[in-house]
């Protein structure tokens, strides 16, 4: 069955993208087959993942009735990608004015069959394309920075994720926080990590992602730092935490 997870956190720059791309590539290396979805206007998990964006995407499928075989790509990390584009503003716009929610759910329904694992990567706020993502996903995923400020937002996303789930408008549920860009010398990072911990227990992943510049160096060459550079931290830490997402989401 086709586990769909969004990542998603309404502030930026905490490794939605870096998790998204890294995770599918993870997955992929397990022979399970996987589809990453970009639902950020910025598309910078097409760029990760090597895809030109001259090549059709989900915005041409909503848009122009385009097939969505024709849509779907595969990248050099053998999973596969729907790609995104600026025109994904223009979408965000089309959904809510022409009373189209849900439109991300059916879309997925219609090749539930063909995957094991969609990933959807959502934009840095609380828009109709995030919401999209919400209510397509079995499950979420919260990258979060080792910073004060990251925590802010977490609580009302974990709310709104359970408000959906309380009106039946979808079965989704926070599967965990991921602890990105991680330094533990840093003794704030150490502080916020044990805070996390303290008021998300049993949320938090084990698995830290730390600071790493192979990581931050791939999407500049087209693909995940798994492939990149399989021996980094940053590598590894992914790796280990698709480990843990499996035995999370399989073993139920």
Known sequence: MNKVIAIANQ????????????????????????????????????????IDKSKKNICDNFFENEELSNCIHK???????LPGSQDLIALDVAIRENEKQGYLKKLIENIND???YTIIDTPPTLNQLTMEALLAAS?????????YYSLEGVAGLIKTIQAISEKNLSSNRVLGIIRTMV???????????EELEKHFQGLVFNTLIPRNVKLAEAPSHGVSGIK?????YGAKAYLALTGELIRKVENV
């Open 114 to 116: 063909n995957f094991d």
């Open 139 to 147: 499950g979420t995923l919260i990258p979060l920075q080792c910073e």
């Open 11 to 50: 502030k930026g720059g905490v490794g939605k993208t870096t998790t998204a791309v890294n995770l599918s590539a993870s997955l992929a290396a397990t022979k399970r087959r996987v589809l990453l979805i970009d639902l950020d206007p910025q598309a910078n998990a097409t760029t990760a993942a090597g």
């Open 75 to 81: 990248t050099s990390d053998d999973y596969f990608i």
């Open 183 to 193: 330094d533990l010398r840093n003794n704030l990072a150490k502080e916020v990590s």
């Open 228 to 232: 990149y550079m399989p021996d980094s």
